[in-house]
């Protein structure tokens, strides 16, 4: 049959037995079931005919995501049918988005595993399904209040490795105000919106949260309950990338917070702490001065919340969208799927509230 005369099936075929030997050299060992290692070249999931995903990375960035990630542009599109196709068979009445680029961003965020991809998928809707406090009519306008307060911005500029700057100021928050909940609204918004950027899901995000003027009352507000919900989301049900937390201006009281939220952190978080006190010189090792605005020793002008509210206020459609449609009851979705742990809907007792109040004063 001449070339001119292949169907689409069989030009698929032919591609993927002229492939199978470099893709065995390159050894797709991250990648389980269904994989390429494992699956017989008539088995592989052949990629859509028709795609709308344009990837937006630069040469640069996908030999790092090649490198980091085990991502093959070769086998994107593959990799993402098998995940769509995972999605169908083992969670058909899952209410989520199948498209190329949705996909994409779970399969970074786990190395293109396809098992640790769904799971994070599937913890994903669960998160948002398991408190609704946090994520019913989470849009921008809701939360207008706290983005004036300047509780968190993104900084205009990237670190040397291209990662966003997530700056969260605590003492900007006034408890009789709001709870704490419409803060980690804010933070859950500002991390979907960050994560829509294809930069993003290769580089991560570093996180520099200021603890200056936080009083033992306000500390109190973020129990262990709270914090096993929070860190159950960032480490276990959002396809995001936290590669450093550095914390500034931590007083006394930070020992107890830090106390409450180390036993849910895993070992590699844990260990992308870095506590700097009110040493700028060492956040500048980490962090340069000409991309840090002056209120933390940086050259880069004062620190301007307007234009990342401005960005999110201006998504107010896409969260709406996303967000704020009536959908299905939540046991029709996920059926046995569990939330990740420190998300299930308990209620905080108060011998919680008693035992965080212990931890912090045993600081002072």
Not at 55 to 71: F, G, H
Not at 86 to 108: G, H, I, Q, W, Y
Not at 318 to 334: A, M, N, Y
């Amino acid at each position: 049959m001449s070339g001119a005369g292949l169907s689409p099936h069989h030009a698929g075929l032919l591609f993927l037995q002229g492939s199978w030997e470099l893709m065995s050299e390159e050894s797709d060992s991250l990648r389980t079931s269904p994989s390429a290692a494992s699956l017989s070249e008539s088995e592989l999931p052949l990629p859509p005919a028709h795609t709308g995903y344009v990837c937006s990375l630069t040469e640069d960035l996908v030999a790092k995501a090649r490198e980091e990630l085990q991502e093959k542009p070769e086998w994107r599109l593959r990799d993402v049918q098998a995940l769509r196709d995972m999605v169908r068979k083992e969670c058909p009445n899952l209410s989520t988005s199948l498209e190329d680029a949705f996909l994409l961003r779970f399969l970074r965020a786990r190395k293109f595993d396809y098992d640790r991809a769904l799971q994070l998928l599937i913890n994903y809707h669960s998160c948002r399904r398991s408190w609704p406090e946090v994520f019913n009519n989470l849009r921008p306008s809701a939360l207008k209040e706290v983005l004036a307060s300047g509780f968190l911005t993104v900084l205009p500029h990237t670190d040397p490795s291209g990662r966003h700057i997530l700056c969260l100021r605590p003492d900007r928050w006034i408890p009789s105000n709001y709870p704490i909940t419409e803060n980690i609204r804010a933070i859950y918004l500002t991390l979907e919106k960050l994560i829509q950027s294809e930069e993003t899901q290769v580089n991560g995000i570093v996180i520099l949260a200021d603890y200056k003027g936080v009083s033992l009352s306000k500390a109190s507000h973020f129990g262990p309950f709270i914090a096993k919900k929070v860190i159950g989301i960032l480490q276990d049900g959002f396809p995001i990338r936290i590669k450093a937390v550095h914390v500034v201006n931590e007083p006394r009281i930070f020992k107890g917070i830090f106390a409450i939220i180390k036993p849910f952190l895993k070992e590699k978080i844990a260990n992308r702490f870095f506590l700097h006190g009110s040493d700028l010189n060492s956040l500048h090792s980490n962090l340069p001065r000409n991309i840090l605005p002056k209120e933390y020793g940086g050259t880069a002008g004062e620190l301007d919340i307007t234009a990342w509210n401005a960005a999110l206020l201006a998504s107010e459609e896409d969260f709406v969208r996303e967000f704020c449609q009536p959908g299905p009851p939540c046991d029709s979705i996920l059926g046995q799927a569990l939330p990740p742990e420190g998300l299930s809907p308990e209620v905080p007792c108060d011998d919680s509230m008693r035992a965080v109040k212990s931890q912090l004063y045993s600081c002072y």
